[in-house]
């Protein structure tokens, strides 16, 4: 099973950027998908983005035009740059990696939005 290890979480004001990243353990090329999740306190996990192994990008209609996911598989690592942040987007954001027969999760790495 290969982990997911995610960073670059933290306070940030409103306006501001952060860039997630997600390391994965072994190669990520045996995913179909890379995605990011989050979860705000009382709420349900939430899809924010996701990238396949092609490179085709899919993103949460309130994420579009301010996040962008990428992935660099030489790198076993995945992105989440996220720019324009407002407290809406406060969260516990989470790395999830998935093809047939496997799918893993890191722990979560906390963005906090406030002035």
């Known amino acids: 099973q290969v982990q997911l290890v995610e960073s670059g979480g933290g306070l940030v004001q409103p306006g501001g950027s952060l860039r997630l990243s997600c390391a994965a353990s072994?190669?990520?090329?045996?995913?179909?998908?890379v995605a990011w999740y989050r979860q705000a306190p009382g709420t349900e996990r939430e899809l924010v983005a996701t990238?396949?192994?092609?490179?085709?990008?899919i993103y949460a209609d309130s994420v579009k035009g301010r996040f962008t996911i990428s992935r660099d598989d030489a790198k076993n690592t995945a992105y989440l740059q996220m720019n324009s942040l407002n407290p809406e987007d406060t969260a516990v954001y989470y790395c999830?990696?998935?093809?047939?027969?496997?799918?893993?999760w890191g722990k979560g790495t906390l963005v906090t939005v406030s002035s």
């Open positions: 999830n990696a998935h093809t047939s027969g496997m799918d893993s």
């Open positions: 072994g190669s990520i090329r045996v995913f179909n998908a």
């Open positions: 990238i396949t192994r092609g490179g085709f990008r």
